[in-house]
Nanobody, 124 residues
């Protein structure tokens, strides 16, 4: 059983920074450092959309155009954790943010494991 737990979501003002974390808690069959990790978000009434992803060793990153240059993704394999640093937040960034684990870095929800999500609300 793989458990991905997101944290760090909260209400902030436009322009503020925020860092999301996602930690994998699992049995011995899930080796965090071998998985690509992604962040997705879903706003009310909208489909889940890709935000950012990083490959197993951090050598490859990919971003949605809407967050490129604002939301760097990183990972710490020693801590089984992936991060999303959210800078210059905008009201349109308001959504539930999900992390996911999969075999490859892809900008679509083709990931095997998902967290429960953390709410980010940005007020103008």
């Amino acid at each position: 059983q793989v458990q991905l737990v997101e944290s760090g979501g909260r209400s902030v003002q436009a322009g503020d920074p925020l860092r999301l974390s996602c930690t994998a808690a699992s049995g011995h069959t899930f080796i965090f450092r071998t998985y690509a990790m992604g962040w997705f978000r879903q706003a009310p009434g909208k489909e889940r959309e890709f935000v950012a992803a990083i490959n197993w060793n951090g050598g490859t990153e990919t971003y949605a155009d809407s967050v490129k240059g604002r939301f760097p993704i990183s990972r710490d394999n020693a801590r089984n954790t992936v991060y999303l640093q959210m800078n210059t937040l905008k009201p349109e960034d308001t959504a539930v943010y999900y992390c996911a684990a999969g075999n490859t870095v892809v900008p679509r929800p083709d990931y095997q494991y998902w967290g429960q999500g953390t709410q980010v609300t940005v007020s103008s």
